[in-house]
């Protein structure tokens, strides 16, 4: 069975709502994710916007999420590391946590998010980056699950 993401605030493909925008609240999106690999031992979630004018922005990196989570609370708060052992990294706006999508006005962007599960912790520190985490994720990702989300402004 392939691992799946999805968000009660958006379906696959639909328009993320403002409140988790840079128009509103700028809030993380819950997501949730099903049972994974039986070799996982941690997962991360990248987001990003490949539309963006000046190449793929990214949003979001958060890394070493505990294997025994299915999901994440809506509005994870924006530090280097989290309570359950998680560590957030640095987004394309040079900030630690997530960024929520704020194109220039105009057509809608597409804002994936991604969730790597892998079989090691990566056990980096935090600030890291999208490339940085991605790097030392290679040879160890077990499963893949997208959702994307559109929004305009």
């Known amino acids: 069975m392939a691992l ?9 493909g639909e328009a993320i709502p403002r409140r988790y925008t ?8 819950p997501l949730h994710w099903g049972v994974p690999p039986a070799a996982t031992k941690s997962f991360v979630i990248i987001a990003d916007d490949p539309d963006a004018p000046v190449g793929t922005w990214v949003h979001w990196v958060l890394y070493d999420i505990p294997l ?5 609370t809506e509005g994870i708060p924006a530090k280097e ?17 997530y960024g929520g999508p704020c194109p220039p006005r105009g057509k809608p962007h597409r804002y994936h998010f991604k969730l790597y599960a892998l079989d090691t912790v990566l056990n980096m520190k935090p600030r890291a980056t999208k490339a940085q985490v991605l790097e030392t994720c290679r040879g160890h990702v077990l499963a893949e699950a997208r959702l994307m989300g559109r929004f305009a402004r």
Request: aromatic share 6%; hydrophobic share 30%; charged share 35%.
């Open 81 to 97: 590391h989290l309570p359950d052992g998680a560590m957030q990294g640095l987004n394309d706006f040079k900030r630690v946590g």
């Open 4 to 12: 799946e993401l999805s968000s009660p605030a958006f379906k696959d």
């Open 68 to 72: 025994d989570r299915r999901g994440l």
């Open 22 to 29: 840079c128009e509103g609240e700028d809030l993380s999106p």
